[in-house]
């Protein structure tokens, strides 16, 4: 069964860097034709795709956060992070991993920009 845990700061600080662990089991990140994403919802809007990092090492972004996300991966420890810089209170969302193809998330973080 393949299961994704974020996890992370729930608390970040205005100006500050989001730094956002998913971690996969049950399957490998390097598996054939597997993406895995980045998604957040703020409150009372809907799901925003961030980007997301490909079997083979590639990484796609959304075109609203490319300038500020970096997605990366350590396939040693089978983890997808994300890192979204400058933040602000606009960032405040519940954020989620995912292999969308799959129809796999994990239950998502929720993250709040406050000082």
């Known amino acids: 069964q393949v299961q994704l845990q974020e996890s992370g700061p729930g608390l970040v600080k205005p100006s500050q860097t989001l730094s956002l662990t998913c971690t996969v089991s049950g399957a490998s990140i390097t598996m054939n034709a597997a993406y895995w994403s980045w998604i957040r919802q703020p409150p009372g809007k809907g799901l925003e795709w961030m980007g997301s990092k490909g079997y083979s090492g590639a990484t796609s972004y959304g075109p609203a956060l490319k300038s500020r996300t970096s997605i990366s991966r350590d396939t040693s420890k089978n983890q997808i992070t994300l890192q979204l810089s400058s933040v602000t209170p606009e960032d405040t969302a519940v954020y989620y991993c995912?292999?969308?193809?799959?129809?796999?998330w994990g239950q998502g973080i929720q993250v709040t920009v406050s000082s």
């Open positions: 995912a292999w969308l193809s799959g129809n796999y």
